[in-house]
């Protein structure tokens, strides 16, 4: 395997030499590109040293000689080429001024380029101050490189360079090298399968303005849309109320109300080898939505009517071969409540998350929570809902290699 390191200029540089060396002991090949900011903090004839071939640092560097060009020998643009032999591209770390870049489409110089003309996965490891990392503009391009199917290997907290603690420092490079490893070696792995997912927070009409609803934003949704488009399947992505654009590339199919989500679900059931539930799906629904808008009243008096269980009537009406996951999302005893709801539904897997926290769960762009099967109890720690999905969907992958 070939892979592309890119080393942006911040204190951790020095720690993109540990995940070389990493990577190679892994068996990869290693192309090292560095800023200009980066060449500050770590020379490349280090990485020259380590890697075995020439550190590309400019877009104005070139492995050809300038007599050979002049004979009109053939030659390659550099940060074109080096793309079309690798599998994978990594930058880390990445600093807030390359995430930048990379969001608005900037490539003023080699790896910015580089990352433009890729068509390879990217992987990026962010490492910066504190307040770097939380301000709203890193946070907006994070979210932007997200969903275009960029990998983020979030930072850890801890102690930083400035002497702050908190999330900031660069992932440790063995856990960057497993995502590196895991991200190539399932690439198009999902060629073949048809996956359907529901995604976002049905709505119950009260009267034609009103509604019962729930905080589901659909971001986990479109999120493992976007990484089973990105690994080869057909996917099938059912919204309701979906506050992010789904994936291109998906059929995508709104809807409203949980018997809307039932109806489409069932109807398209023969076709999927997967079915993912992650949408918030209503309990409740009003037994006589009003035709006219009500109004205001001292108190309102709703009969609410039990909604029908959708992902119990997937388990019993799908194909045999048809692997289903679930959801579920609590506010306490997570984990027994994850294997109350895989017993009752009889799903394959049930991804439990804890939605209490205000900044996982819904309406965020992270998550964490437990994967539990009949065999297996797996815990997922914090981290974007992109890296969650893969980890969900390298779990089909494992299971259909055991059967």
Known sequence: MKVILGVCGGIAAYKA???????????????????????????????????????????????????????????????????????????????????????????????????????????????????????????????????????????????????MVGAGRLAEPGAIADRVFATSGRTKDLVGETILITAGGTRELIDPVRFIGNRSSGKMGVALAHAALERGARVILVGASLAVPTPPGCESIRVTTAEEMESIVLGRLTEASMVIMAAAVSDYRVACPAPEKLKKKNSLTLELLPTRDILRQVVEQRHAGTI?????????????????KLRAKGADLIVANDVSYADSGFEADVNEGILISQDVELPLPRGSKREMADRILDWTRLRQSRT
């Open 324 to 340: 289903v996951i679930g959801f579920a999302a609590e506010t306490e005893n997570v984990l027994e409540e994850g294997r109350r």
């Open 17 to 163: 030499a540990e995940l070389l060396r990493e990577l190679q002991r892994r068996g990869a090949t290693v192309q090292v590109v560095m800023t200009a900011n980066a060449e500050r903090f770590v020379t490349p004839l280090t990485f020259a040293a380590l890697s075995g071939s020439q550190v590309m640092t400019s877009l104005w560097q070139t492995t050809h000689s300038e007599a050979s060009i002049a004979d009109g020998e053939d030659f390659d643009i550099e940060h074109i080429q080096i793309t079309q032999n690798a599998d994978v591209l990594v930058v880390a770390p990445a600093t807030a001024n390359m995430l930048a870049k990379m969001a608005h489409g900037f490539a003023d110089d080699f790896l910015s380029a580089t990352v433009l003309a890729a068509t390879i996965p990217i992987i990026v490891a962010p490492a910066m101050n504190l307040h770097m990392w939380e301000h709203p503009a890193t946070q907006a391009n994070l979210k932007t490189l997200q969903q275009r199917g960029v990998q983020i290997v979030s930072p850890e907290s801890g102690e930083l360079a400035c002497g």
